[in-house]
């Protein structure tokens, strides 16, 4: 049996892919550290040589800063990428719900019936993802809220017009959670579960298609293509 | 609805978070004109009450030092510049010119109580002893019709310039019939509409009349709600906290009779000057909370070196008070100094989710659908659990699926 390989992602979107990876993993440790400092510091130093929570902000802040620009360029790739762009999967037209449709069967007969063509991103992965990006939005949003209120003089290290900015972005935050500042930061403690739940699916189901698809899926985020079965490029078909 | 929507429209408004401590040159030698001819003004009108901070004052043993150390103080906490200091010393000595008429309903009477209490009074509560208290439900000597009486002369008398200060929260729900006040029994909600429909500006002292507060907190039996909920078309300001710290209303009422204004205003209607900054940005223990050192438990090593009390429940990070810089009783101490963290008193819905004495990941917060209380953190881990099993039912039966294909084959 031939197969073909097929480019999937550039060298930029993989990059992005792991910047976001460990900005997510470094942001969880320390966004769990903020909730409830889960270690304690050594009692017997002073503090003016510990700097723990201090350091934990630091990390969380610049690990969302970096996860935020990050998001702004994937929402970029959604419309213009080179490869796939992503929002033509997101339409619900026929063609796009008949796919996500058949993705489903795929995943849910465990490989049994597979009735689409796997060489391109599906609209099933597209509609996931873009879950993912509206709980990443929502995790900026709500964070840079709980963030602004650090500046109640309106004057921040790169000028009045940021905190303004991010008051004018994300005020309307406290009204939509139910009406308290407490209420914004259980959301944002919230989501993160839902986050690290949709991870879990993503590895998970990673996994599962390079091994049942026998496709190679998993290189697609490392070295950017995967491998697609030459006699059945074009053609459906259903498995037994 | 329309209150949702005032709410939102001050929300989309950035200034109104912003505090400015620095208006320029012009802006204060305008106000201080202004402030000059608003105090002459009150000086030749009648007075509203015989006493005066002066005669409160001697009788206490205090000195006219001690007191103009208490107006420059008080001038710092206005945020206005020090050349202001006798403008506030001469407010203060006209306060008997400016009649109040203080409610009673929902709530605990605390912070009158805080105020009657102490027993060596600062001059913030002096002050407030020889305010034209025209009538006041909990301290007066008069009961029923006469009472009443009392009231609708007040009212009459000072048609559209007293003020009306309210301490606890407003029942507007099922039970509001629970709550009757004076003889002719009526209902809190109509006692306040009918007094707050004369006053020049409504202020709400402690958390019960600004939010609701205790009697507001799940399940609310009483439907209670706050004086802004009830009260339409009167400015209102809010001085929450449990009790209302004594030098942020004696602020606010100095204010008043400094300007004849209500001071500015954050969205939630509170003072900025009080409600400008939170606990957390001035805390004395703020050092131990950058540091990562947290008291683990009650009367540990960390409890008695002062460390920090966030690991305890402490709500200074998110709680907008002065609390940290005013402190109560004349500065002797303050929540956080004594050893407990903050429960976020002046914050709306304080009860049900700032004071559960745990840090927010801990907390016992009723869930959105109500009944069920699960902490984020018990949802989160049941979430994640049944995100694994799903996987792994899924894993195993691709698996033996994908056997049992290759063994047909």
């Known amino acids: 049996m031939a197969y073909k390989k097929v480019k999937r992602m550039s060298l930029f979107m993989r990059i992005n892919h792991w910047v976001v990876a460990i900005c997510m993993v470094a942001a ?59 929002y033509k999967k997101l339409i619900p037209n026929g063609e796009n719900i008949k796919e996500f449709g058949d993705v489903l069967v795929n995943l849910v007969t465990l490989n049994r019936v597979k009735k689409f063509d796997s060489a391109h991103a599906d609209s099933f992965n597209a509609v996931f993802f873009f879950i993912f990006h509206l709980m990443l939005l929502w995790m900026l949003l709500t964070g840079l809220q709980l963030y602004v209120h650090a500046f109640p003089h309106g004057e921040s290290s790169i000028g009045a017009w940021w905190p303004a900015m991010l008051h004018l972005a994300t005020d309307w935050t406290v009204w939509i959670t139910g009406g308290t500042y407490m209420d914004v930061r259980i959301s944002h403690h919230n989501t993160m579960y839902w986050i690290i739940a949709w991870v879990m699916f993503h590895i998970y189901y990673q996994i599962w298609r390079t091994i049942f698809w026998n496709e190679g899926d998993i290189n697609i985020v490392v070295g950017g293509s995967k491998f697609v079965k030459e006699d059945e490029k074009s053609s459906e078909r259903t498995k037994k | ?27 204060y030698e305008a106000l201080m004109k202004k402030m000059s001819a608003r105090l002459q003004q009150l000086e030749t009108s009648d007075l509203a009450m015989k006493s005066s901070i002066e005669r409160a004052l001697d009788a206490q043993g205090l000195t006219r030092r001690d007191f103009m150390k208490w107006a420059s103080a008080a001038c710092a906490m206005l945020m206005l510049p020090s050349q202001f200091t006798p403008l506030v010393a001469k407010a203060a000595t006209l306060m008997n010119r400016v009649p109040v008429i203080w409610l009673e309903l929902q709530d605990c009477a605390g912070n009158s109580e805080a105020i009657l209490r102490s027993d060596a009074p600062t001059i913030d509560e002096l002050i407030l002893d020889v305010l034209s208290l025209e009538f006041n439900e909990t301290i007066m000597a008069a009961a029923g019709h006469q009472a009443e009486e009392h009231l609708e002369e007040a009212m009459k008398t000072f048609k559209g310039k007293y003020l009306c200060v309210v301490e606890g929260a407003v029942p507007i729900g099922a039970g509001k019939e629970w709550c009757t006040i004076g003889a002719k029994g009526e209902t809190f909600e109509e006692h306040l509409l009918r007094v707050a429909k004369d006053a020049v500006a409504v202020v709400a002292v402690g958390t019960c009349a600004t939010f609701g507060g205790i009697p507001a907190a799940s399940p609310n039996p009483t439907g209670a709600v706050g004086v802004q909920d009830v009260v339409r078309g009167k400015p209102i300001i809010n001085i929450p906290a449990c009790p209302a710290n004594p030098a942020n209303i004696t602020g606010t009422i100095l204010h008043f009779v400094l300007t004849g204004q209500i001071p500015e205003l954050d969205h939630l209607n509170r003072p900025k000057f009080a409600f400008g900054y939170r606990i957390h940005d001035n805390c004395e223990r703020r050092a131990h909370f950058d540091a990562g050192e947290f008291v683990e438990e009650w009367g540990d090593e960390g409890a008695k070196n002062n460390f920090c009390l966030y690991k305890m429940g402490c709500k200074g990070p998110m709680t907008f008070n002065n609390c940290s ?39 016992k917060i009723k869930a959105p659908t109500g009944g069920v209380e699960k902490s984020v953190d018990e949802f989160g881990l049941g979430l994640l659990t049944a995100a694994g099993i799903g996987i792994a039912i899924h894993a195993v039966a691709s698996a033996s699926a994908a056997k049992a294909e290759s063994e047909e084959a």
Not at chain 1, 61 to 72: H, K, N, R
Not at chain 2, 1 to 27: C, H, I, P, Q, W
Not at chain 2, 346 to 360: G, H, I, V
Request: overall charge neutral.
């Open chain 2, 325 to 363: 810089i005013v402190r109560y009783n004349e500065a002797v101490n303050w929540p956080i100094g004594a050893g407990h963290g903050c429960i976020g008193c002046s914050e709306p819905q304080f009860w049900d989710k700032y004071a559960t004495e745990r840090p927010l990941a801990d907390s």
């Open chain 2, 1 to 27: 609805m329309s209150d949702r929507r005032d709410a939102l429209t001050k929300l989309f408004s950035a200034k109104g978070a912003k505090v400015d401590t620095n208006r320029g040159e012009a802006y």
């Open chain 1, 28 to 86: 969880i440790a320390t966004g769990l550290y903020i909730g409830h400092p889960y270690y304690q510091s050594f009692i017997a130093d002073p503090a003016v040589d510990k700097y723990v929570m201090a350091w934990n902000r630091w990390i969380h802040f610049m690990a969302a800063i970096i996860f935020d620009v990050s998001s702004i360029v994937v929402a970029y790739l959604y419309f213009f990428s080179r490869f796939e762009k992503a």
